[in-house]
C-alpha cells in the first residue's frame, strides 16, 4: 500500500510489513526507515501475500491477528508454496502456544505488542543475519546430513530439505562443533542474538522442527537438564 525508504535502505534489504492498525504500521515503518531499510506497508493478507509475490522483499513482519486472510495463514501459505522468506510475527497475544504454533507455521521470529521498536528492529536485522549467514569454505556433513553454508542448503543423503533461516543457523551452529553441548541460553544468545529465561521455549520448537524435517538422519540428541548437541561419532563418518 505504502513504500518507504531510500535507494541506500533498499539496498539494505525491503522490509514488507503486514499490519492492521495503522498507528503501529507508521510506528514499525519509521523505525525500520531510520535503522535504513526500504519499507513497504500492507493492512492485510491477501494484499500481504500479494506483495510477497510482486516485491520478494528480503524480510516479513506480519501481525497475526490480520482481518479476513490471518497472519499465520498467510505464513503457512508462503511455507507450502515454497517461500522461505524470513517471518517474524506480530502479535497481541502473549500465550506460549501461541508462539509455538507460530514458530511451527515456519516463522523465524516471534514479538509480543507491545513491543520496543527498538527491539523489533533489532529482531529484523537479526533473522536477516541469519538469512545471509557466515558461510564456510566446505560443506559440512554429519552423518547422513550434509550441510552447504555457502550455499545456504541442506541435505540428507541426496533429498535437500527445504529449512527456515532460523532452522538452518541452528543447524550450523550445533553442526560447527560436533560433540559440544550448548545450553538453551547460549543457542538462544548465539543463534537469534539475544537473551530471555521465556524464550528458551523457542530454541525447543526450532529442534523440533528440525528432528522432524532430517527425520531419523537428525544427529541432534538432548542432553538432559542441559541443552543440545550433535553427535560427535557421526561427525566422525568420512564424506562421501
Known sequence: MSTAGTAAGRARGLVLVVEDEPAIADVVRLNLAKAGYGVHVEHD??????????LRPAAIILDVGLPGL???EVCRRLRAGGDWTPVLFVTAR???VDRIVGLEMGADDY???????????????GVLRR????????????????????????????????????????LAHLMRRPGRVFSREQLLSEVWG?????GTRTVDVHVAQLRAKL??????RTVRGVGYAVEHSSAAEPSP
Do not use: N
Open 194 to 198: 539475544y537473551s530471555s529465561v521465556a
Open 45 to 54: 493478507g491477501e494484499r500481504g501475500l500479494a506483495a510477497v509475490e510482486r
Open 70 to 72: 490471518a497472519g499465520d
Open 215 to 220: 527425520g531419523g538422519a537428525s544427529p541432534i
Open 111 to 125: 514479538v509480543t505488542k507491545p513491543f520496543s521498536p527498538r527491539e523489533l528492529v533489532a529482531r529484523v536485522t
Open 94 to 96: 502473549d500465550d506460549a
Open 131 to 170: 538469512a545471509q549467514g557466515v558461510p564456510d569454505a566446505a560443506p559440512q556433513r554429519v552423518g547422513r546430513v550434509t550441510l552447504d553454508a555457502v550455499r545456504r542448503r541442506v541435505f540428507v543423503g541426496s533429498a535437500e530439505i527445504a529449512l527456515t533461516a532460523t532452522e538452518f543457523d541452528l
